[in-house]
């Protein structure tokens, strides 16, 4: 069995409420921290365990926290990013929905930590239920003096506020979060300045997902050296993945990096296999922005190694022969799914969400949609595959946010590894709807 830090009390009963997580350990780590260690033996702690940003960019968590303005008399920021919108993941959910102290402890840690007197978690307006969640949580962490005024008798002053989005992907970029946090259209904002430098109201802030910030209490609590003992390499501690689509276990986990893919998928520990003894096409690692890979690339690397469940090892090859883990959203396709449907799925959602400010976004993420829609639906050329292959350069790396990367890449990696599958649909516009794909990507 794995080791676990964050999911390891989620099915005590009662552990959503401050008794039963107190009773179990829960705020020991906050304790320590502000009653022993100190801000900066917390960061240091933070830097040693070599601790990633669980949202997807997987940005080391110390050296952004490093990064953080201190001019005299401006106020800091820490505002957890819960809008976790990526289609595929919904990890960040189960940890606010089952252990919602956990995320309070780890935001009461790294406020003091940052110097920050105020925290906001700013929570995906689908999660509709969850708010009231937290909103719990919070108040009883205050009755019994973990925040407020004076914490714990130590001087420390932190109040915390849940503000729900309005059900926009995009506010789940930083900068986005941050003005709609002010109140205005969530509009990304051209970075540097990064946050840490000019973020909420104009003053310093760290965004951290919601898992980064849970994952701050088990750093304190065992320290950085035996945190980075969960992982390899640059991949240290235990991540959260969600999994679904065609296996036969799907739902949240928690994994120490140091696993293999195809122990993730088959092990009944994990996905328990693909449903109805199917056979494996492909996945999509981490959440739908990142490049989809077909099963010869999935179990192994191009090199022949095989492929693990880091951030290195997932990435392996580039987005030539690899992936990213990004947010951990885990999508496996068995031999029936269709990459040319999935992939129209995808293009659909980014053009919808899409915030228009820049046009090889705007314009880029319609037309990939209208010839996906041609391909799929029997109107498609033979050049219309070059021509999807096109618009898709031409879109990445231009945009002021990652979504115009993230509408690319999906499109770039489908033909990439798929081609002969958009191929056969122009050639058979009839029966493209109805053919299953088996095809020979094993
Ligand atoms: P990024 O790589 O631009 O930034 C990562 C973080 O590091 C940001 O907080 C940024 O402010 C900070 N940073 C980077 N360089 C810095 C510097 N020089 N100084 C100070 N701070 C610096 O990536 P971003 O835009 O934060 O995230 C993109 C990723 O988000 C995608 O790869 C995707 O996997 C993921 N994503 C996750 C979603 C979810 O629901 N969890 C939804 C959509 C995307
Ligand atoms: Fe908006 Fe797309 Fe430009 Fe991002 S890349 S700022 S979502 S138009």
Known sequence: MGRKLLLDKAHIEGIRYYDTYRSNGGYAAAEKALKTMGPEAVVEEVKKSGLRGRGGAGFPTGLKWSFIAKPEGVPRYLVCNADESEPGTFKDRYLMEFIPHLLIEGLLISSFALGANSAYIYIRGEYAWIPDILEQAIAEAKNKGWLGK?????????????????????????????????????????????????????????????????????????????????????????????????????????????????????????????????????????????????????????????????????NDGGFATGSMLGSGGFIVMDEDQCIVRNTLTFARFYHHESCGQCSPCREGTGWMKKVLHNIEYGKGKMSDIDLLWDIQRKIEGNTICPLGDAAAWPVAAAIRHFRDEFEWHVKHPDEALTRNFGLAHY
Do not use: H
């Not at 701050?216 to 945190?227: C, L, R, S």
């Not at 240290?236 to 928690?254: F, M, R």
């Not at 494996?280 to 981490?286: F, Y």
């Open 150 to 314: 004076n914490i714990q008798g130590t001087g420390f002053d932190l109040e915390i506020y849940v503000q729900r989005g309005a059900g926009a992907y995009i506010c789940g970029e930083e900068t986005a979060l941050l003005e709609s946090l002010e109140g205005k259209r969530g509009n990304p904002r051209i970075k540097p300045p990064f946050p840490a430098v000019k973020g909420l109201w104009g003053c310093p802030t760290v965004v951290n997902n919601v898992e980064t910030i849970a994952a701050v209490v088990p750093i304190v609590n065992i320290g950085g050296d035996e945190y980075i003992k969960f992982g390899i390499g640059k991949s240290t501690g235990t991540k959260l993945i969600s999994a679904c689509g065609n296996i036969n276990k799907p739902g949240v986990y928690e994994i120490e990096m140091n696993i293999s893919v195809e122990e993730f998928i088959y092990s009944d520990e994990y996905c328990g296999g693909i449903k109805g003894g199917k056979r494996l096409k492909a996945c999509i690692p981490g959440g739908s922005s990142v490049p989809v890979l077909p099963a010869n690339l999935l179990l192994k690397t191009a090199k022949g190694e095989t492929r693990m469940m880091t951030y290195e090892s997932l």
